[in-house]
């Protein structure tokens, strides 16, 4: 079995188009159809999530995903947590909590958001156990592990925590990336790095921030992520060179 790392979801916090049918002037294509940000992690038959989007049941079914073993969290913001119930079937069939890992504060607020899922309530079990993490640690299963570290940075008000494994880095949401945790990020295989719009941003990177950040750290291959809907697919790809590419729902890279 191949490992592989899928962008379940590359839209910012409304997707796009919006619900109100509003995508701008994005072209027409598969391509610019965005759920909400998110990612899995297949290594061997270990199955890891990166965030709960409230896309999160369509994005499994249309990536055939069937298992689950972990779930790590970026942050607590509604875009990256409101599918958190739609977990339950793997409970059931696993037959034991889902393990849920996260910062101090990302985990005592999803805890205190959805409670349902960490404490019993009316008759229902708690379908989860709460983990916080500041360093690197392991989740493994049978004969496969993933060793995984957790970045912090800046997003906005709060602190979001990006995550490294295997020479592929994960950053979803960020303004702002310390000199510390910017020298773990050098010469990556993969970077996949929150490129949320043109304009500048108060929580985000814009387009102009994630290039100067990629040319700063020089991974070998940079995805663009968490995209607004004044950045076209097609745009960027003509004006990007071939080792940056704007993330699709659906991409997947081998490691």
């Not at 038959?45 to 995903?65: A, G, M």
């Not at 697919?233 to 080792?243: A, D, E, G, Q, R």
């Amino acid at each position: 079995m191949k490992n592989k790392f899928t962008i379940l979801g590359c839209g910012s916090s409304l997707g796009s188009p919006w619900i109100t049918n509003f995508s701008a002037k994005l072209k027409k294509n598969s391509k610019n159809l965005r759920t909400r940000c998110c990612a899995h992690i297949q290594k061997g038959n270990l199955s890891i999530l990166i965030d709960t989007s409230p896309d999160i049941k369509s994005q499994f079914l249309k990536n055939k995903i069937n298992s689950l073993d972990a779930i790590i969290y970026t942050h607590e913001h509604a875009d990256q947590t409101t599918g958190i119930f739609e977990m339950r079937p793997f409970f059931w069939k696993n037959k034991k909590k889902i393990p849920v890992y996260g910062s101090k504060r990302t985990v005592k607020e999803i805890k205190k958001t959805y409670k349902f899922c960490f404490t019993p309530k009316h008759g229902y079990k708690p379908i989860m156990k709460a983990n916080v993490v500041s360093k690197k640690f392991k989740i493994t299963k049978n004969k496969f592990q993933l060793s995984i570290e957790p970045l912090e940075v800046t997003h906005g008000l709060i602190k979001a925590t990006g995550y490294l494994f295997d020479n592929i880095a994960y950053i979803s949401d960020c303004n702002k990336i310390s000199k510390k945790i910017s020298k773990k990020l050098i010469n990556l295989d993969y970077l996949i790095i929150d490129c949320l719009r043109i304009h500048k941003h108060p929580s985000h990177f814009n387009f102009d921030d994630a290039m100067k950040f990629i040319n700063q750290v020089k991974p070998k291959k940079t995805i663009l992520t968490n995209l607004h809907i004044d950045l076209d697919y097609f745009v960027l790809k003509k004006k990007l060179p071939k080792n940056i590419i704007p993330a699709y729902d659906g991409l997947s890279i081998n490691f």
